[in-house]
């Protein structure tokens, strides 16, 4: 729980410090749905040629929305919060770079591949948004184990 008398966001910290990570986690998975819907959108840009290829809105929205939920879950929790944020700084940068490579497969006439970089970067992601969400219920079992 966030200590009310330090706060650096004043209400706000009140009103989503408590249900932070599950907005993190959250936003995660809705980042995986929002992959396979610009996935698709991108094959049907595609057949534009490669300038009709841009971000999904709706990948765009989730890709932002988690940069912003990590840097404002680091001010909450310096270390864990370093951690979430360069996964998820890691995976848009990857995003950026996978979407610049369906480009170049479309300029060289190829199929378009899944993009799997970004996929294993939001999957690392996932896997630590999880954990730090989901901790209270192996939080019993860790105990007796620490």
Do not use: C, N
Not at 23 to 42: Q, T, W
Not at 79 to 106: C, N, P, Q, W, Y
């Amino acid at each position: 729980m966030v200590d009310p008398s330090v706060t650096l966001f004043g209400p706000l910290d009140t009103l989503l410090a408590p249900y932070i990570e599950h907005a993190v986690l959250a936003m995660v998975v809705l980042s995986f749905v929002s992959r396979r819907v610009a996935h698709g959108a991108h094959k049907r840009q595609a057949e534009d040629g490669a300038d009709a290829l841009s971000w999904h809105p709706f990948h765009a929205f989730t890709s932002w929305g988690l940069v912003l939920l990590s840097l404002y879950y680091m001010t909450l929790h310096a270390h864990s919060g370093m951690v979430l944020s360069i996964l998820v700084v890691g995976t848009f940068v990857a995003d950026f770079f996978e979407l610049e490579a369906r480009k170049v497969e479309v300029r060289e006439g190829l199929g378009l591949d899944a993009p799997k970089g970004a996929m294993v970067g939001a999957t690392i992601t996932l896997l630590y948004a999880g954990y730090l969400s989901l901790f209270f219920l192996i939080e019993p079992y860790w105990a007796q184990v620490i």
